[in-house]
Each structure stands twice: as structure tokens, then as C-alpha cells.
């Protein structure tokens, strides 16, 4: 009974530590990826319709909402202390939950088979008030945002990158946040958008 007690408490345990999940924000302007705008878990928004009344929230979006007619959306992120503010007509917003496992299993286009993990450098901007960095992630993408422009390279040759920081690799389109006022970095490899 006691070993039956202890393999159970030892698979559930095991299932804990290698599968975990997070829920982010997604703005969906209508105009494919590049238009995709992402926020990290916890951001509070709210939507407004044209007669600003609230319609939607945080606390109550369950399903995508597709935007249809004028709409107002405040979106106030944890990494800073501002709100963003999008005005839009069409286009939807939802929360996208990726799993990913803490013990990366090796496939053809993970070389490596390890954790995706970046280091990351800060460098003074022509703005003092903001901060330019470089990171560099152990898959061999490396990304650098410099007085407002961004760059990327993988496997030291520069690749495109679409939107608000969207880098095709073959582990995954690497979505990366970054906020040059307080150097707030997130990102995160969406392995089901592989090259």
C-alpha cells in the first residue's frame, strides 16, 4: 500500500514539474501575425464600445471577441506603469494558453534538446530615458533593440523581423516583448509556428 501510495505521489509529481502552462493576451488587428500585438500573463485590459460602455475585461473574457464597429482598448501590462490604448474596428482579442514542458524533448529542430533560455545586455540610448539591449538566447537566435529599431539573427545571419518583434526560428516563432523605458524583456517560443 505504501509503495502504491509513493509511485502515485512520484508520476503526479513528475507530470507537475514537466508540464506548466501560461495564459497571455492576444490582439488580433485583422491583418495577419505581423499585426499580432501579445501581452505577458496578468496584463489588465479593458474594452470599451463607441458609446464607452465597458463590454469586456480581464476578469470575464472566456472566448475570443471579434471586434465589430468602433471600440476603445486599455491595456495595462505588469512591466510598466503606463496604459496602452488601441482604437479599433475590426480584429478580435483573446487569451492563448501555451503549455510548454520544463524538460524540452529533443526534435530534429531543437538541435540541442535543452530549455530555451537568453542573457541579456543593456546599452545607453540616444533618449536617456530609455534603454537599448541586446539578448542573445541559446538557440542562436540573437535579438537587438537599439534607439527604436529592431534586429535579429539566427545562426549569424540576419533574419526578418515582422510586427512587434515576431522571429521565425525552428524552434518556434519567438514573440518577444521588450520596453525600452524600464528594459522590462518577455518572450516566449511558440513551437506550434515552426519554419
Known sequence: ?????????????????????????????????????????????????????????????????????????????????????YRMDSGRIYLKTVEYDNKVKPYSENRKGIEITAKKEYFEAKDPDKKNILVIFNTGLVFRYFDGVARAWYDNEEVDVRGRYLVDT???????????QNGELWWVFDRSERK
Open 1 to 85: 500500500m505504501m509503495k502504491t501510495i509513493l509511485l502515485l505521489f512520484m508520476l503526479v509529481n513528475s507530470f507537475l514539474i514537466q508540464a506548466q502552462s501560461y495564459t497571455h493576451l492576444v490582439i488580433d488587428r485583422g491583418e495577419g501575425m505581423e499585426s499580432e500585438i501579445n501581452y505577458p500573463p496578468g496584463t489588465e485590459f479593458f474594452l470599451f464600445n463607441e458609446a464607452n460602455d465597458m463590454v469586456l475585461s480581464n476578469d470575464n473574457l472566456k472566448e475570443p471577441y471579434a471586434i465589430n464597429g468602433l471600440h476603445t482598448l486599455l491595456v495595462t501590462p505588469n512591466y510598466k506603469e503606463g496604459t496602452d490604448k
Open 170 to 180: 525552428p524552434e518556434g516563432t519567438a514573440k518577444i516583448s521588450y520596453n525600452p
